[in-house]
Nanobody, 121 residues
């Protein structure tokens, strides 16, 4: 069973920053493009950032210029640096395999527990 372990969420004021981490297996990390998805209450899960094993990236318009996705090959970990956070970024964030070319795509396998990000004053 594929496993993803997300961490790093929390409560932050508007304009603040957080860095999310996602650890997964060496095989998945080496060969599969990975993305950060988020799901806000009452909304569908959406893909906001994706990265290939070769470090090509893509971002949803809503986070472009504020979020940065990156990989650490030594730790089999994908990060999401989130700056200038807004209340509308409030959601549970998950990492999972993704397409880098089509951000409307989703993952139909198993998900991790996610990490809650709350942006509020």
């Amino acid at each position: 069973q594929v496993q993803f372990v997300e961490s790093g969420g929390g409560l932050v004021q508007p304009g603040g920053s957080l860095r999310l981490s996602c650890a997964t297996s060496r095989t998945i990390f080496t060969f599969v493009a990975l993305g950060w998805y988020r799901q806000a209450p009452g909304k569908q899960r959406e893909l906001v950032a994706a990265i290939t094993p070769g470090d090509s990236t893509n971002y949803a318009d809503s986070v472009k210029g504020r979020f940065t996705i990156s990989r650490d090959n030594a730790k089999n970990t994908v990060y999401l640096q989130m700056n200038n956070l807004k209340p509308e970024d409030t959601a549970v964030y998950y990492c999972a395999p993704s397409s880098v070319c089509d951000l409307s795509s989703s993952w139909f396998g198993s998900w991790g527990r996610g990490t809650q990000v709350t942006v509020s004053s």
